[in-house]
């Protein structure tokens, strides 16, 4: 019954950490400017809040209870000799748990190689706070190719660990996601994810999920999802939440 609670002390951690950790945070922030400083005036930004049963990363069940909000900014433009990019960047803020809390810093750059295949290079800071403080920040740059086939995305990611903390170097996803107009309810998105550790102590997982995104308002969405994950590093999983949206 604390996580609203947490969840806003999560919100204070992120201006704090600002100070306290300046030097990873301020150049993922610099490079976010760069690349809006690439981009024409067609820059969208979106704001999300939303409830999950369990925080599941990946497989693993990191505490029940999950508060997060979003903001996101997103863009085009050229940047250099590497022509039109599309880029975003956001911060994602999360209490769970007892008293567990996360912020993470993300970006990230995508290339169009041809009419059916996008190059992405990005990365993601991690920062923990509440019982988790004192945990070293985890720093992952990555890799994805994305493509399309009858109709459904198809992803292929590598993302490389720069953190002392965790076993694994390299984490591999195939991903997959497909969605259909539902006359008069919404959109439904059904996705699914093969996740696979370097680490033979981890190995590998298998998750499939279901959301139904409906649309309140020209700028409002509301989302319920449930998620089901197999093999993980805590057992099978089944959880679900329902977040909402607001488009700029």
């Known amino acids: 019954m604390f996580n609203i609670f947490y969840f806003v002390l999560a919100t204070e951690c992120a201006f704090i950490s600002a100070v306290m950790r300046p ?9 976010s400017l760069s690349l809006l400083g690439t981009a024409n005036a067609d820059i969208e930004t979106s704001i999300s809040a939303g409830y999950t049963s369990d925080y599941v990363f990946r497989g693993t069940n990191n505490g029940a209870d999950l508060f997060d ?15 039109d990019i599309d880029w975003g960047a956001g911060l994602w803020l999360a209490a769970f748990g007892d008293n567990d809390n996360e912020m993470d810093i993300y970006m990230s750059a995508s290339k169009s190689l041809s009419d059916n295949l996008d190059l992405t290079v990005g990365v993601t800071n991690y920062s923990y706070y509440g019982d988790w403080a004192g945990t070293p920040d985890d720093l992952e740059p990555y890799v994805s190719v994305g493509t399309s086939l009858g ?20 984490y591999w996803e195939l991903t997959a996601g497909y969605e259909s107009e ?13 996740g696979h550790f370097d680490d033979e102590g981890v190995g590998t997982y298998y998750g499939i999920g279901a959301g139904l995104s ?31 949206g607001f488009g700029f």
């Open 23 to 31: 030097t990873r945070i301020l150049a993922l922030t610099g490079l």
């Open 69 to 83: 909000a979003t903001i996101d900014v997103s863009g085009s433009g050229s940047l250099g000799g590497l022509g």
């Open 151 to 170: 109709g459904i995305s198809l992803g292929l990611g590598a993302y490389f660990d720069q953190s002392e903390t965790l076993d694994h170097d390299i």
């Open 182 to 194: 539902l006359s008069g309810l919404g959109t439904l998105g059904l996705s699914g994810v093969i």
């Open 214 to 244: 409906i649309a309140v308002s020209d700028s409002i969405t509301v989302t319920p999802h449930i998620t089901h994950t197999v093999d993980g590093a805590t057992g099978d999983e089944t959880f679900g939440g329902v977040s909402v």
